[in-house]
């Protein structure tokens, strides 16, 4: 991963929350978020106690680097937004500058947290599909905005490998939201997983969700362990 490639975008613990429906019980156990990035998840639910660890492979970079990114990149992806703000559905969040104003203050969170949480090994590098944890090391994995939105960058294959390896370090379920692609499209890989999944003794159920920005995607995917 190059920096110059990255353009840096996370969400906070509350859209977390409304995307995965993270009960006080979930919030209790043990978290892992892959694709974290720049996001305040980690941050926030470190503050509520909750034991959560990150992985991304932006974490390979500084603090600085980060940093200098996310001011190189913001005012670019709020003029893409506005030029596509039908895409979106803007009931919760009412406009484009209350949007960036969210995004920049969990970015800001993520940045004071960084070098404390790196320390503390809460945000780890590491890239799906593979992940440097044992089997069953969480109770909780989790994927938003990366697995299935990306469907054109990272291949069918990709998507298989990166979801039984993030199966493999769950204790008790995986995750993923959403199930469309950039073009708001379902993923054109949901349903030979979710046929591969059962297959392999694993109960997957699509749930709705409270969250909806970008236009139809409401749904996430929960995988479980039938065993
Ligand atoms: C759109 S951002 C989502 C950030 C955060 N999850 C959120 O919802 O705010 C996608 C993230 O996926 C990360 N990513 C890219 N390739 C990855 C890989 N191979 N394994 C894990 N994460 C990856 C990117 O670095 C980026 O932080």
Known sequence: MKLENVVPWGRNLSEYKSMFLL?????????????????SFNYEATLQGTDITSID???QFTKKEIGARIDATSSVVSEQLKKNQDDFVWKKIKSVDELV?????????????????????RYIYNELPKLSFKDSSFDLVLSSHFLFLYSEHFDLEFHINSIFEMCRVSKKEVRIFPLLDLKNQKSEYLEQILELLKDKGFETKIIK???????????????????
């Open 23 to 39: 009960s006080s019980e979930d919030l209790e156990s043990k978290i892992l978020g892959c694709g974290d990035g720049p996001s």
């Open 57 to 59: 492979p932006i974490y």
């Open 209 to 227: 969700t409270e969250y909806e920005f970008q236009k139809g995607a409401n749904e996430m995917l929960s995988i479980k362990s039938r065993y």
């Open 101 to 121: 104003d969210i995004r920049l203050g969990a970015m800001s969170n993520f940045i004071k947290d960084y070098e404390n949480g790196k320390n503390k090994k």
